[in-house]
């Protein structure tokens, strides 16, 4: 049963029943329409909105600060100092930014499930790639460049659709404030409440070297959010595990989160220290500090919500539940009843194959840029010449021109930094295999995990873009006759990792998802299709209030004021406001509403999703959620879970009084 | 029910039935006596034996590295040189070692009953404390210096035992091999086999400036261990939770292990980060990060075990059955039956008290040992004004002169080291309770704990022996007149420490107590009294053969030998065998059996302990267990636990081939 409140509503499914009858609020198809049109996605893992007719495009700082960093330099430091294009000719290429824009939503349900009838295993995989494959391949057709198409899996298996989009590539920084404000309060105050962020960035979608002309753009609000108001959010969560079975989660509960959280502690206690060497350390190393400590805050929130017997008790109660409706359905009990079973199986299968799974297959062992490149370029040349079906999905037509971009950046990799985490990752393969282990051996030879990255990394030339050029156009040959380090590594370990990863696509992977498209079947036969997916990293939409909660016996205001970040200024980082800040306080509306928390149901990749109101005009950002929140991964609580925006207000007054982007205000609000 | 060499026996209640059925052994009261008097502690956590009547001292190198270090500098590195007296006079003090010699046995459990009869919460705890200290006091009589009486509680309050020892607080470093030897394979390659590590060091007893005169050594045998062999192990095993209810195990799994292993994992990627700044700070953090890595893999293992369904599975049926038990009993329903939701109820309790606890009272916030000092010293000066019964426990006259020993350690303290490991400390406090906790203001007012933890190390003078001398004699006079910034923390933030203990004391440890009291009288109803306690880092005798195991199908030798040693070596660290073994390699008997594994039931603080034929002569040494023996913890499982020793053949071998120790051999083994 949801709550109120409760989903992440695909657009062509909305609970408009419910928003009815608690709001007397209908979503019309333009209102719909509009939503879809104005709302983006940041293939890298986050959302944005389109707010200006020229492809202005609202996203948070903390999902363009990638960007922020690779355009910096150790002289010319724009996470510390902002950015500002006054004029359109100075805004600047991200190198890796790819936006997608939602165009059209087919059900292709029949179709992949025709196309993997009766298979298991190895076959049912194939079969599912090459149907992917081909979809998506008929859906671009011949516009590569611009369209974007991926068949999405929603209710693990109950519905295939596939989502088209419009893609943009060519995206330009226009405006970010300082990293002071935009992540005041850093990892202490990340995911709390109160909060006093300004986490913004703008960006400019160019087409054809101009800026690209977007007609259902979202405009801002006049006043931006009100206590109690009704408000939505659409954006792209990226995934949630509220439909797993027992096994799965206990899964993630061992291996993903208490392994995952283990080992992401270790590496940010050396990326700390590493940091604290000298400012230039400290500076190419933080983008990469910060990803894994909010990493680390949300995997221990989603921790603490799986070691809550609240919520294990009430899923074992619905996991029970299923399975009674199940075995007392004569259509489903044969077919649908052993199922979980299976999956449980298959964890424990996946028990067995996790290390060397995760460290080889999935490249843990070895985290850097240089080998991951490297294993880019050996297996694309590889699976380019394979027809599109029959490829690693990864390889497809469909994606190559995001893989294209990542391989093609202009961005900077420094190698001392690149040294630090790859000898670091080799440490964990030798601690977590064993000395003994095959792979280890091979890997390391008679050298230790230091020795072997500093060999690697002092004669490697994948960081020259002519490089990794000649060797992507090369194919198979360039590649067979390089001596590049790196290349031959991933050359010499790509036998095993593809052997791994097909181990576990057979005993694991093709299990899990077979068995949890029966469990779907049952849950539809039992509750119908009014039910939302969980996320999936594509566009959904949530309504909620706005509203404070109760901690601890105690209530949290919904709102703050920019007032309060001049109080909670220390001058240290991180609560030293900027100096554009200080010298601005005595122009500044003081008591402008600046974050606030609404009860919507939102997920890390909402990040940077517009909130609007009734009218779909923009009156917040998301840019993170409470510290409850991050138990939203399994279950959504009302009474605690909030998410928490940037106000609508708090961007127009801040851009205008300290930054004084007068132009960018205009094309926001023209009035 | 115990299994096949499972168990740490008390020296008072040795399984003599069982010995005789299975080995037809039964120790006779000299065999016994001999064992107790030729064991010792190492008050600081590990085992040893006197293996000479002068004195000598057998124990690991790791539990004899922290002296190792201390006498150690820049220029001097023992660490790396290994260390070794030719003549008496070149054996030197180390500062923090005392050795504890059991002497003998009382049952005081009627004592410690009838003065906690009918009391709670913390009325029981003072009338506890208060016992325990008159007990210890009269034990130790006159002789403070040499007498060492503590009350133990086994069973869980099922019986407390009066343990008084002969102490020494003169221990000098008489040998350590070089640390690539001693922990040959480093931390890859800790409780993992097979292994290759001459992990010993000799330190010699003194007493009146003079070698203290030993009757009841033990020898060392001609031979050492052989395959099937029936051996005893006698040492101080530290701790052990076979006896828990499942409440705290729960809490154990979710706070102390998950919690405890995030801690030190980032803690630990920050020692690896700072060592790599320069070889001085990788001497003088090494033996820190060893600590670290020794205890997080030690941890890890018994997280493993706690999150094994078997291992659950099997202790839920425990606790069913027993509880079935005392319900079906007139004389145990009504007082014992409560017991398991009492203290469910009380572990429920500890998880709202938890963070500021430990952070606070337990003094993790503050990681560095200026703060233990000036925390030792100011509440020192008030306890020492209290009579001996009503003062904190660790301050009654019993304990002092080990406390003592170590405030007054000549042992080097490295600034720059500590401002890291206090930084970091201080991080976590803010991180844990949250920027705006009222505790985290008091310590931090609106400074950065780096800023903080620089200007208090940058001028503290707590680092001279001299000034901690006069604080300490000084009393309550002296501290309230300091001006040393870490004297003022640890006075400004003692109120909140102590409330925050008496919390704990009364919600949580007092009820756990008293209700683990009543489980262990149900306990012994329903089993009798030929059970072995948990562990309590006092005296036990394990018995156990030497044997392998099978791994994961495949066979695992019980024997290594020192070829295996060379063919492991690769020439670098951890894998690098030192250039006295490379030199001394021709003259080695390379079939010497080196390493091996046993069946005994063992555990952390068993470093160091004698291993013992049935002629009570020494035929190895342990050091280790292997990776199962982690889950020793919560239960023993004999196909796959299995301890780890050096062979006492190895050690006469290396002692007298590479080391050319002659006259240590002598003495060893004077035949």
């Given at each position: 049963?949801?709550?109120?409140?409760?989903?992440?509503?695909?657009?062509?499914?909305?609970?408009?029943?419910?928003?009815?009858?608690?709001?007397?609020?209908?979503p019309t198809?333009?209102?719909?329409?509009?939503?879809?049109?104005?709302?983006a996605?940041?293939?890298?893992?986050?959302?944005?909105s389109?707010?200006?007719?020229?492809?202005?495009?609202?996203?948070?700082?903390?999902?363009?600060?990638?960007?922020?960093?690779?355009?910096?330099?150790?002289?010319?430091?724009?996470?510390?100092?902002g950015?500002?294009?006054?004029?359109?000719?100075?805004?600047?290429?991200?190198?890796?930014?790819?936006?997608?824009r939602?165009?059209?939503?087919?059900?292709?349900?029949?179709?992949?499930?025709?196309?993997?009838?009766?298979?298991?295993?190895e076959?049912?995989?194939?079969?599912?790639?090459?149907?992917?494959?081909?979809?998506?391949s008929?859906?671009?057709g011949?516009?590569?460049?611009?369209?974007?198409?991926?068949?999405?899996?929603?209710?693990?298996?109950?519905?295939?659709?596939?989502?088209?989009?419009?893609?943009?590539?060519?995206t330009?920084?226009?405006?970010?404030?300082?990293k002071d404000?935009?992540?005041?309060?850093?990892?202490p105050?990340?995911?709390?409440?109160?909060r006093?962020?300004?986490?913004?960035?703008?960006?400019?979608?160019?087409e054809?070297?101009?800026?690209a002309?977007?007609?259902?753009?979202?405009?801002?609000?006049?006043?931006?959010?009100?206590?109690?108001?009704?408000v939505?959010?659409?954006?792209?969560?990226?995934?949630?595990?509220?439909?797993?079975?027992?096994?799965?989660?206990?899964?993630?509960?061992?291996?993903?989160?208490?392994g995952?959280?283990?080992?992401?502690?270790?590496?940010?206690?050396?990326?700390?220290?590493?940091?604290?060497?000298?400012?230039?350390?400290?500076?190419?190393s933080?983008?990469?500090?910060?990803?894994?400590?909010?990493?680390?805050?949300?995997?221990?929130?989603?921790?603490?919500?799986?070691?809550?017997?609240?919520?294990?008790?009430?899923?074992?109660?619905?996991?029970?539940?299923?399975?009674?409706?199940t075995?007392?359905?004569?259509?489903?009990?044969?077919?649908?009843?052993p199922?979980?079973?299976?999956?449980?199986?298959?964890?424990?299968?996946?028990?067995?194959?996790?290390?060397?799974?995760?460290?080889?297959?999935?490249?843990?062992?070895?985290?850097?840029?240089?080998?991951?490149?490297?294993r880019?370029?050996?297996?694309?040349?590889?699976e380019?010449?394979?027809?599109?079906?029959?490829?690693?999905?990864?390889?497809?037509?469909?994606?190559?021109?995001?893989?294209?971009?990542?391989?093609?950046?202009s961005?900077?990799?420094?190698?001392?930094?690149?040294?630090?985490?790859?000898?670091?990752?080799?440490?964990?393969?030798?601690?977590?295999?064993?000395?003994?282990?095959?792979?280890?051996?091979?890997?390391?030879?008679?050298?230790?995990?230091?020795q072997?990255?500093?060999?690697?990394?002092?004669?490697?030339?994948?960081?020259?873009?002519?490089?990794?050029?000649?060797?992507?156009e090369?194919g198979q040959?360039?590649?067979?006759?390089?001596?590049?380090?790196?290349?031959?590594?991933?050359?010499?370990?790509?036998?095993?990792?593809?052997?791994?990863?097909?181990?576990?696509?057979r005993?694991?992977?093709?299990?899990?998802?077979?068995?949890?498209?029966?469990?779907?079947?049952a849950?539809?036969?039992?509750?119908?299709?009014?039910?939302?997916?969980d996320?999936?990293?594509?566009?959904?939409?949530?309504?909620?209030?706005?509203?404070?909660?109760?901690?601890?016996?105690?209530?949290?205001?919904?709102?703050?004021?920019?007032?309060?970040?001049?109080?909670?200024?220390?001058?240290?980082?991180?609560?030293?406001?900027p100096?554009?800040?200080?010298?601005?306080?005595?122009?500044?509306?003081?008591?402008?509403?600046?974050?606030?928390?609404?009860?919507?149901?939102?997920?890390?990749?909402?990040?940077?999703?517009?909130?609007?109101?009734?009218?779909?005009e923009?009156?917040?950002?998301i840019?993170?959620?409470?510290?409850?929140?991050?138990?939203?991964?399994?279950?959504?609580?009302?009474r605690?879970n909030?998410?928490?925006?940037?106000?609508?207000?708090?961007?127009?007054?801040?851009?205008?009084?300290?930054?004084?982007?007068?132009?960018?205000?205009?094309?926001?609000?023209?009035?």
């Amino acid at each position: 049963m949801a709550f109120a409140a409760e989903g992440m509503w695909t657009l062509d499914n909305l609970p408009t029943d419910r928003l009815q009858a608690a709001y007397q609020f209908t979503p019309t198809a333009a209102w719909t329409n509009r939503m879809m049109q104005g709302s983006a996605r940041i293939a890298g893992g986050c959302s944005a909105s389109f707010i200006s007719k020229d492809g202005l495009v609202m996203t948070n700082h903390h999902c363009a600060s990638e960007c922020v960093d690779q355009l910096s330099t150790a002289t010319k430091n724009y996470m510390q100092d902002g950015f500002l294009a006054r004029q359109r000719e100075q805004e600047v290429r991200c190198p890796e930014i790819e936006l997608n824009r939602l165009e059209l939503i087919t059900d292709v349900t029949s179709q992949v499930k025709d196309a993997t009838r009766g298979l298991q295993g190895e076959a049912f995989k194939a079969a599912q790639n090459e149907i992917k494959a081909t979809l998506a391949s008929a859906c671009i057709g011949k516009e590569r460049e611009t369209v974007r198409c991926d068949v999405v899996d929603l209710y693990h298996g109950g519905r295939y659709h596939l989502y088209r989009y419009h893609r943009f590539q060519d995206t330009r920084l226009v405006w970010v404030p300082e990293k002071d404000s935009a992540f005041f309060g850093g990892d202490p105050d990340n995911f709390n409440f109160p909060r006093f962020d300004l986490d913004i960035a703008l960006v400019r979608a160019y087409e054809n070297g101009k800026p690209a002309a977007i007609s259902h753009f979202l405009p801002f609000s006049k006043n931006g959010a009100a206590d109690n108001e009704l408000v939505f959010v659409t954006g792209h969560p990226g995934s949630t595990q509220r439909q797993l079975t027992m096994a799965q989660l206990d899964t993630i509960r061992d291996l993903g989160l208490i392994g995952g959280l283990l080992e992401l502690a270790e590496l940010r206690g050396v990326l700390e220290q590493f940091g604290k060497s000298n400012p230039e350390a400290a500076r190419i190393s933080e983008g990469t500090l910060f990803g894994v400590e909010n990493s680390y805050k949300a995997m221990f929130g989603e921790l603490t919500a799986l070691l809550d017997p609240a919520l294990r008790e009430r899923k074992l109660a619905e996991e029970a539940e299923l399975r009674r409706y199940t075995a007392a359905s004569t259509a489903l009990a044969s077919s649908v009843g052993p199922a979980w079973d299976a999956i449980a199986a298959a964890e424990q299968a996946y028990r067995q194959l996790e290390k060397p799974y995760v460290l080889i297959a999935r490249g843990r062992a070895f985290n850097t840029t240089y080998f991951e490149t490297a294993r880019l370029l050996v297996r694309a040349a590889r699976e380019r010449s394979l027809p599109n079906g029959q490829r690693l999905p990864e390889f497809t037509d469909g994606k190559l021109p995001e893989l294209e971009q990542q391989l093609f950046s202009s961005a900077p990799v420094y190698p001392a930094f690149e040294q630090v985490k790859f000898g670091f990752s080799l440490t964990k393969l030798r601690e977590r295999l064993g000395t003994d282990h095959p792979l280890v051996k091979q890997v390391l030879g008679r050298q230790s995990p230091e020795q072997l990255a500093a060999a690697l990394i002092g004669s490697t030339r994948l960081g020259d873009l002519a490089v990794r050029k000649a060797l992507w156009e090369g194919g198979q040959a360039a590649i067979e006759r390089s001596d590049d380090p790196f290349i031959r590594l991933a050359l010499a370990i790509d036998p095993a990792a593809r052997a791994l990863r097909k181990d576990y696509e057979r005993e694991v992977e093709s299990v899990v998802e077979r068995n949890a498209e029966l469990i779907a079947q049952a849950r539809f036969a039992q509750r119908g299709t009014g039910d939302y997916p969980d996320a999936t990293f594509t566009l959904r939409l949530s309504y909620g209030e706005v509203k404070g909660w109760e901690e601890a016996g105690q209530p949290v205001a919904p709102f703050t004021t920019l007032a309060g970040a001049f109080e909670r200024d220390t001058g240290v980082a991180p609560f030293a406001l900027p100096a554009s800040w200080l010298a601005a306080k005595p122009r500044l509306n003081l008591s402008q509403p600046f974050n606030f928390s609404t009860t919507n149901d939102i997920i890390g990749g909402n990040s940077g999703s517009p909130m609007v109101n009734r009218n779909g005009e923009i009156v917040g950002l998301i840019f993170d959620g409470n510290i409850h929140s991050l138990g939203g991964a399994f279950w959504f609580d009302p009474r605690l879970n909030r998410a928490v925006a940037v106000h609508s207000g708090a961007i127009l007054e801040t851009l205008s009084v300290i930054y004084g982007a007068t132009a960018l205000v205009h094309e926001i609000r023209p009035d």
